[in-house]
């Protein structure tokens, strides 16, 4: 069965301190894995695409990879204004490409 | 680019109202746009899935009837929450993929914050 997992559930930084977000998924052919960041009260919004296995793609702090089973959001010297919710998202193998979406990290940074 | 926008933002009603929540694609034609549910805390929920011109695909366990939705053209789709009652309340959020490809993304809109009395 095609899932996706994120880890950790919640993550608390101070200000400056780097961290990695995790996403696992098991799908049969991966067709690219997608980065979405969620403010309370509002609607994802689109970070990243990675394609294949080694691709690595950077916006400002945050700078994504993916292996063969999993994606790494990377997040350099991050500032309270990064606190979010972090989500990954896979495409199902059917006609409208429907998404997988995991449970997503909160992510906290404090000043 | 890629903007999606989704009204109302907010919408409080009685018991028994039908309420339409309108999504549009600003700047590029959607060729398929999804309507989710997302709970406190939780991710994002699909209810059902539509191409331009025909008839959506819901998800096992959403009602067809509760909730219409209408994709009439490539830039607008609607979703209609019919005789709405209080556990309908929740935030409904849309998206909209332009083209085909497997790795178009999804662009969502800001979402709809339905509450029901």
């Known amino acids: 069965e095609d899932q996706v997992t994120q880890s950790p559930e919640a993550l608390r930084l101070q200000e400056g301190e780097s961290s990695s977000l995790n996403c696992s998924y098991t799908?049969?052919?991966?067709?690219?894995l997608f980065w979405y960041r969620q403010d309370p009260g509002k609607g994802p919004e689109f970070l990243f695409t990675?394609?294949?296995a080694g691709e690595e793609k950077e916006k400002e702090r945050l700078k994504a990879t993916l292996t063969k089973k999993e994606s790494f959001l990377h997040i350099t010297a991050p500032k309270p204004e990064d606190s979010a919710t972090y989500l990954c998202?896979?495409?199902?193998?059917?006609?409208?490409?429907?998404?997988?979406f995991g449970t997503g990290t909160r992510l906290k940074v404090l000043a | 680019g890629a903007v999606v926008s989704q009204h109302p933002s907010w919408v409080i009603c009685k018991s028994g109202t039908s309420v339409k929540i309108e999504c549009r694609s600003l700047?590029?034609?959607?060729?398929?746009m999804f309507w989710y549910r997302q709970f406190p805390k939780q991710s994002l929920m699909l209810m059902a899935t539509?191409?331009?011109?025909?008839?959506?695909?819901?998800e096992q366990g959403v009602e067809k009837d509760k909730f219409l939705i209408n994709h009439a053209s490539l830039t607008l789709s609607t979703l209609t929450v019919t005789s709405a009652h209080p556990e309908d309340s929740s935030f409904y959020i849309c998206?909209?993929?332009?083209?085909?490809?497997?790795?178009?993304?999804?662009?969502f809109g800001d979402g709809t914050r339905l509450s029901i009395l």
């Open positions: 998206s909209a993929r332009g083209g085909q490809a497997i790795n178009q993304p999804q662009h």
């Open positions: 700047d590029f034609q959607a060729t398929t």
């Open positions: 799908v049969s052919g991966l067709r690219g």
């Open positions: 539509s191409n331009e011109g025909s008839k959506a695909t819901y």
């Open positions: 998202a896979v495409p199902r193998h059917s006609g409208t490409y429907k998404y997988i």
């Open positions: 990675l394609y294949s």
